[in-house]
């Protein structure tokens, strides 16, 4: 997987960290503020991205990360299987970090619902419009976004968060027909063609 060869085109790859809560165990609404590393299986679905990359003969030229571990840990379980692996050191990018969910942070799903109700919920995954008291700070994610996937090369690796991923679709107005959620351990790509038109080659992919 390159860049295109008349030079103007590029492809990125966005990745949602691997699993951070262990099965049985009830999810929460985990953002900037919590720093949780990968369980087991959290680090088997790093290594299976790995994997499905390295044997789609997809070579990333550059990954950036979100700071937190659970992203670093997926990105290094990933990059461990490029061939090029020893070279290739990832890049801390302050705009893919995890948004901050304010009081909702480190709680369950019916708290979070009792306290800002379904409606806020829905838009929040529908359309990326933040519930009230959460800090996302759309504006700037929007135009870190849109100016990355416009101008940088590739074919680049981006591990971050449900949370700051689906700022990608939004950048580009690709949201019309797909959710914006990327399941844990999932991917998508979107590609820059030879023309600078932003499309999404695929969404939600879990190999």
Not at 9 to 30: D, L, S
Request: aromatic share 6%.
């Amino acid at each position: 997987m390159g860049s295109d060869p008349r030079g103007a085109g590029a492809r990125f790859v966005i990745v949602r960290h691997g699993n951070t809560f262990a099965h049985g165990e009830a999810p929460r609404r985990i953002g900037a503020r919590t720093d949780l590393p990968l369980t087991p299986a959290g680090e088997e679905q790093g290594a299976a991205l790995g994997r499905h990359f390295a044997a789609q003969g997809w070579h990333f030229a550059r990954a950036l990360v979100s700071p937190l571990a659970r992203t670093r840990a997926t990105a290094a379980a990933i990059l461990a299987r490029q061939p090029n692996a020893p070279a290739l050191v990832p890049e801390p990018c302050y705009w893919l970090r995890e948004i901050d969910h304010g009081p909702d942070e480190n709680q369950g799903e019916e708290a979070v619902i009792a306290r800002i109700g379904a409606e806020a919920l829905a838009a929040w995954d529908a359309h990326g419009v933040a519930p009230r008291d959460w800090q996302v700070d759309a504006e700037s994610r929007l135009a870190a976004w849109h100016a990355f996937l416009a101008t940088a090369t590739g074919p680049a690796l981006l591990v971050t968060s449900n949370g700051a991923a689906r700022f990608a679709l939004l950048a580009i107005g690709a949201v019309a027909d797909r959710p914006l959620k990327l399941a844990t351990g999932a991917y998508g790509v979107i590609c820059r063609d030879a023309d600078g038109t932003l499309r999404v080659e695929s969404w939600n992919v879990r190999p």
